[in-house]
């Protein structure tokens, strides 16, 4: 499993998560890797997705603690989530290059990242008002994105 980032103004930190992903793993990859990825300087939500390792109580307090103002989001959206764009198009590039074990798979997995443009994040995200805008017009239901 791997955790990541990434902003308009490109990606972020790639975290490898070594067996069961705990709450106080995720307040560590947070503290270890938040706002030094997403190259911060201007007003910025954090939004991730409602898996509930993430949204429990010891998160809910180190985000508030450290003022990071969270976007809230209905579960199980995946036509909100821009970073499933961003996954998908990860996935393509790693499975490209044919990593033949783990260690490999992480190394692809951060070489690949790395190479995507911030100009691909930063279209990801302008065009996120639109995808709000269809899946509400849609009531919740499917859409072209």
Known sequence: MLWGCFAAGGTG????????MREENHVDILKQHLKTSLKLGRKWVFQMNNYPKYTSKVVEKWLKDNKVK????????????????????????????????????????????????????????????????????????????
């Open 70 to 145: 969270v976007l809230e989001w209905p579960s199980q959206s995946p036509d909100l989530n821009p970073i499933e764009n961003l996954w998908a198009k990860l996935k393509n590039c790693v499975r490209a290059r044919r990593p033949t074990n783990l260690t490999q798979l992480h190394q692809i997995d951060q070489v690949e990242l790395a190479k995507i443009h911030p100009t691909y994040c930063g279209m990801l995200l302008e065009g996120y008002p639109k995808r709000l805008t269809q899946v509400k017009q849609f009531k919740g239901n499917a859409t072209k994105f």
């Open 13 to 20: 930190a790639l975290h490898k998560i070594d067996g069961i």
